[in-house]
């Protein structure tokens, strides 16, 4: 993926020492930070790359330039995976000017202590800047994922240099078995999942454009028609909370194995009724951002936990916490609580959903007492019946 078009060139790198990528993100095949450059009249890079990596990206530009100096150094996004480097680029080129939004320059100010004002343009939405045969233009795209963040169109190439929007998990000097959509709707979900309306808008500027590229800040560079065409319509299914799969995901967590037989039991009778999917998590032991992952996937979520200190199973207050946090909505969602002497999951777990919009909690609520029983069966019987109605 060297190259982008004639003149436009990948110089980003990939990240396999990363142990958890945003201190929090499991990241299996490694993680990607992709930068650009375009070789023009003048010469321009976009973006750096993630602290660890600064020499390696200088060497990567300067294969391309050799000596010559680079002209510009566009900043979309101040997050450090992706600015970290920016103080080094600037002593590397000491005639570059710094491209960025004025947020991002009081961003740059507060980590580096320099918001370069003697070598700066500072861009807002609509302004253009030109390398020769290049003109781009800059696109505002607060909240995806900062509220700093531009993203740039080039006009000649008709590529679209995305920032954030478009990314995905994993390297890209290796192949992902599971294509672009498992890892992208996961980093979606996870780093942007709150953002939806910042996104649709994002969405609705992108339309009135002729995109044949899509240069993201991390994962594969989308460049046909299919592509990118797959890519927007689950971006806006995504951005707009629809239901992206029918089925059902199941999240739980399970002390001593009675809770997990009851949610093994409900996904027996959902398939059984032609359910054509059921997702389970383990919350204490699958990967938490996959179960989020799968709850926006999914119109209907059924949560299951044990009552703890009058409370829920930690994992469960974890995992819900964090649905809340990106607006979960728009889903069927039904409960069921374990509890040795005094049940009381089901009433906290619903209640964390208080400020939610446009949940329908079903009627059926399932307790077990300790184990599964004759009544409590029944009771996922008619859960499932419920959980799937239209
Ligand atoms: Fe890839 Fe929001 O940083």
Same mark, same amino acid.
């Given at each position: 993926?060297?190259?982008?078009?004639?003149?436009?060139?990948?110089?980003?790198?990939?990240?396999?020492?990363?142990?958890?990528?945003?201190?929090?993100?499991?990241?299996?095949?490694?993680?990607?930070?992709?930068?650009?450059?375009?070789?023009?009249?003048?010469?321009?890079?976009?973006?750096?790359?993630?602290?660890?990596?600064?020499?390696?990206?200088?060497?990567?530009?300067?294969?391309?330039?050799?000596?010559?100096?680079?002209?510009?150094?566009?900043?979309?996004?101040?997050?450090?995976?992706?600015?970290?480097?920016?103080?080094?680029?600037?002593?590397?080129?000491?005639?570059?000017?710094?491209?960025?939004?004025?947020?991002?320059?009081?961003?740059?100010?507060?980590?580096?202590?320099?918001?370069?004002?003697?070598?700066?343009?500072?861009?807002?939405?609509?302004?253009?800047?030109?390398?020769?045969?290049?003109?781009?233009?800059?696109?505002?795209?607060?909240?995806?994922?900062? #509220?700093? /963040?531009? &993203?740039?169109?080039? $006009?000649? @190439?008709?590529?679209?240099?995305?920032?954030?929007?478009?990314?995905?998990? !994993?390297?890209?000097?290796?192949?992902?078995?599971?294509?672009?959509?498992?890892?992208?709707?996961?980093?979606?979900?996870?780093?942007?999942?709150?953002?939806?309306?910042?996104?649709?808008?994002?969405?609705?500027?992108?339309?009135?454009?002729?995109?044949?590229?899509?240069?993201?800040?991390?994962?594969?560079?989308?460049?046909?028609?299919?592509?990118?065409?797959?890519?927007?319509?689950?971006?806006?299914?995504?951005?707009?909370?629809?239901?992206?799969?029918?089925?059902?995901?199941?999240?739980?967590?399970?002390?001593?194995?009675?809770?997990?037989?009851?949610?093994?039991?409900?996904?027996?009778?959902?398939?059984?009724?032609?359910? #054509?999917? /059921?997702? &389970?998590?383990?919350? $204490?032991? @699958?990967?938490?951002?996959?179960?989020?992952?799968?709850?926006?996937?999914? !119109?209907?979520?059924?949560?299951?936990?044990?009552?703890?200190?009058?409370?829920?199973?930690?994992?469960?207050?974890?995992?819900?916490?964090?649905?809340?946090?990106?607006?979960?909505?728009?889903?069927?969602?039904?409960?069921?609580?374990?509890?040795?002497?005094?049940?009381?999951?089901?009433?906290?777990?619903?209640?964390?959903?208080?400020?939610?919009?446009?949940?329908?909690?079903?009627?059926?609520?399932?307790?077990?007492?300790?184990?599964?029983?004759?009544?409590?069966?029944?009771?996922?019987?008619?859960?499932?019946?419920?959980?799937?109605?239209?």
């Amino acid at each position: 993926m060297k190259e982008i078009s004639g003149d436009i060139k990948y110089v980003g790198v990939n990240d396999h020492d990363i142990d958890l990528f945003e201190g929090q993100y499991v990241v299996p095949r490694g993680m990607a930070y992709n930068s650009y450059l375009v070789k023009d009249e003048k010469t321009l890079v976009f973006d750096t790359v993630d602290a660890r990596f600064g020499e390696e990206w200088l060497a990567n530009i300067k294969s391309e330039v050799g000596d010559a100096q680079v002209d510009y150094l566009v900043v979309q996004h101040m997050e450090p995976d992706h600015s970290a480097n920016v103080e080094l680029f600037a002593e590397r080129y000491p005639n570059a000017t710094i491209v960025a939004s004025a947020q991002a320059f009081v961003m740059m100010k507060n980590f580096f202590g320099t918001d370069f004002s003697d070598r700066r343009i500072v861009v807002k939405e609509g302004d253009t800047l030109s390398t020769g045969r290049h003109v781009f233009t800059f696109v505002a795209a607060p909240m995806v994922h900062w #509220p700093e /963040v531009v &993203v740039t169109y080039d $006009a000649a @190439d008709k590529v679209l240099f995305s920032a954030d929007g478009f990314g995905k998990f !994993g390297a890209n000097d290796v192949v992902d078995p599971e294509g672009w959509d498992c890892e992208a709707r996961r980093y979606y979900i996870g780093i942007v999942g709150k953002y939806g309306p910042q996104t649709q808008a994002l969405l609705k500027k992108a339309a009135g454009l002729d995109i044949r590229t899509i240069c993201p800040l991390h994962g594969p560079v989308l460049s046909t028609p299919e592509e990118i065409a797959h890519a927007v319509a689950q971006y806006d299914t995504w951005s707009s909370y629809s239901v992206e799969s029918p089925g059902v995901c199941i999240a739980y967590t399970s002390v001593y194995g009675h809770t997990k037989a009851a949610v093994a039991k409900l996904k027996e009778m959902l398939l059984a009724k032609g359910c #054509p999917k /059921v997702a &389970v998590s383990d919350l $204490a032991r @699958d990967d938490q951002p996959e179960a989020v992952e799968d709850a926006f996937r999914y !119109g209907r979520l059924v949560l299951a936990t044990t009552t703890y200190n009058m409370d829920i199973f930690p994992w469960m207050r974890h995992f819900i916490d964090h649905l809340v946090e990106r607006n979960y909505q728009n889903r069927r969602v039904g409960l069921i609580e374990n509890g040795s002497w005094a049940p009381n999951a089901a009433k906290v777990m619903k209640g964390m959903f208080e400020k939610s919009k446009g949940l329908t909690f079903c009627d059926t609520v399932v307790t077990i007492k300790s184990a599964l029983g004759a009544e409590s069966e029944a009771k996922l019987a008619q859960l499932a019946d419920e959980i799937l109605k239209d």
